[in-house]
């Protein structure tokens, strides 16, 4: 894990993950709603942004104990 207000390299990865995730979650959404398979790409570009920025804010202020918020304790 990387320390509070840092982000490196396995953070960018998992968020790209996330961002894979939140394609598939805003295809599945969109499907449910309209009844059929479409692809709304607007949908799926915000559920996916939307998903990849949370997890690097959440990252980016947890510290490498995993406490959100808190700063490095020595």
């Not at 790209?16 to 709603?33: D, P």
């Not at 949908?43 to 918020?69: C, P, Q, R, V």
Request: glycine residues 8%; aromatic residues 14%; without cysteine.
């Amino acid at each position: 894990m990387s320390k509070i207000f840092t982000l490196n390299l396995s953070d960018f990865v998992k968020g790209l993950i996330m961002t894979v995730i939140g394609s598939v979650i805003g295809i599945f959404y969109s499907t449910v709603q309209s009844g059929s398979l479409t692809f709304d790409w607007n949908i799926i570009k915000t559920t996916a942004l939307s998903a990849a920025l949370s997890y690097l804010l959440k990252n980016f202020f947890t510290n490498s104990n995993g406490e959100f918020g808190k700063v490095e304790s020595n």
